[in-house]
């Protein structure tokens, strides 16, 4: 089975229904070559520094992870809120909540030589699931070319859908896209990073978003400092978290800055 690939003129709704039918989708050429360049740009440094963190079975021992991106890239918010994948997000997690939030955002560079990651789904950080509700949504940007030699992401479509029990033996897709796209799955659907056997880096954002009464898997509030967060715009300020869920849950009634001022 393939990836059914989409535009960003195609309309929001109808990417949405494919995500909840197959489980993945991917939109080409969504962002910039600028935008792109920039953002990895941002992180590379970040990458060569500390990227080697995080090292162990599940991640690899050959692959660089930057565990905030908004703590290390500037222009890695206009990724995280770009409209259109902001639109098709509304479509798919508003249902089941009043607003949502980023889970993670996670800068991953495969170097050559990295094995295969594990199949895995992302919402197995929540202990239980509600039928006919999905937790979360990853969105998977190419910052460079994701081939099937330098380790696009393997996905299982379909995998997501109620007594799925054969992923030790699915045959996976790779999700070859160019730089400048993006890979949407549910956190339901199984899926891990591809081996690199080139001889150059694949680099990438993962980012998930969850409904926003659950708890986030990163705590933006700690890992991205007040100064940085107060020079984004509102729109990635409530995605980071710095907002109630409706009239009660996680409301900061003192306020005594603002910061907090009308973010419902």
Request: aromatic letters at 10%.
């Given at each position: 089975?393939?990836?059914?690939?989409?535009?960003?003129s195609d309309p929001?709704?109808?990417?949405?229904?494919?995500?909840?039918?197959?489980?993945?989708?991917?939109?080409?050429?969504?962002?910039?070559?600028?935008?792109?360049?920039?953002?990895?740009?941002?992180?590379?440094?970040?990458?060569?520094?500390?990227?080697?963190?995080?090292?162990?079975?599940?991640?690899?021992y050959t692959t660089?992870?930057?565990?905030?991106?908004?703590?290390?890239?500037?222009?890695?918010?206009?990724?995280?809120?770009?409209?259109?994948?902001?639109?098709?997000?509304?479509?798919?997690?508003?249902?089941?909540?009043?607003?949502?939030?980023?889970?993670?955002?996670?800068?991953?560079?495969?170097?050559?030589?990295?094995?295969?990651?594990?199949?895995?789904?992302?919402?197995?950080?929540?202990?239980?699931?509600?039928?006919?509700?999905?937790?979360?949504?990853?969105?998977?940007?190419?910052?460079?070319?994701?081939?099937?030699?330098?380790?696009?992401?393997?996905?299982?479509?379909?995998?997501?859908?109620?007594?799925?029990?054969?992923?030790?033996?699915?045959?996976?897709?790779?999700a070859v896209m160019?730089?400048?796209?993006?890979?949407?799955?549910?956190?339901?659907?199984?899926?891990?990073?591809?081996?690199?056997?080139?001889?150059?880096?694949?680099?990438?954002?993962?980012?998930?978003?969850?409904?926003?009464?659950?708890?986030?898997?990163?705590?933006?509030?700690?890992?991205?400092?007040?100064?940085?967060?107060?020079?984004?715009?509102?729109?990635?300020?409530?995605?980071?978290?710095?907002?109630?869920?409706?009239?009660?849950?996680?409301?900061?009634?003192?306020?005594?800055?603002?910061?907090?001022?009308?973010?419902?």
């Amino acid at each position: 089975m393939s990836i059914q690939t989409f535009s960003q003129s195609d309309p929001a709704a109808a990417q949405a229904k494919a995500l909840y039918e197959d489980g993945v989708i991917l939109v080409t050429d969504l962002a910039p070559a600028g935008l792109v360049a920039e953002v990895a740009d941002e992180l590379q440094p970040h990458f060569d520094s500390i990227g080697q963190q995080f090292k162990d079975d599940f991640n690899g021992y050959t692959t660089h992870r930057l565990a905030s991106t908004l703590a290390y890239s500037m222009r890695a918010a206009d990724l995280i809120a770009h409209p259109h994948v902001l639109s098709v997000l509304d479509a798919v997690l508003l249902p089941h909540c009043t607003n949502y939030r980023i889970g993670s955002s996670t800068g991953i560079e495969i170097l050559p030589g990295e094995k295969a990651q594990i199949l895995h789904q992302d919402d197995v950080i929540y202990p239980m699931r509600i039928d006919g509700v999905e937790w979360q949504v990853g969105v998977m940007w190419a910052l460079t070319d994701f081939t099937a030699e330098n380790g696009a992401t393997h996905v299982v479509p379909n995998s997501h859908r109620a007594g799925y029990t054969g992923v030790e033996n699915s045959a996976t897709v790779q999700a070859v896209m160019q730089k400048g796209s993006a890979l949407f799955y549910l956190g339901s659907t199984w899926h891990g990073g591809g081996a690199n056997h080139s001889t150059k880096p694949r680099v990438g954002i993962i980012t998930t978003y969850a409904l926003g009464w659950l708890r986030q898997e990163v705590n933006h509030y700690l890992t991205v400092p007040r100064e940085r967060a107060e020079q984004f715009p509102r729109t990635v300020q409530n995605l980071m978290g710095y907002r109630g869920h409706g009239p009660y849950l996680g409301r900061f009634a003192e306020d005594p800055d603002g910061f907090w001022l009308n973010k419902h």
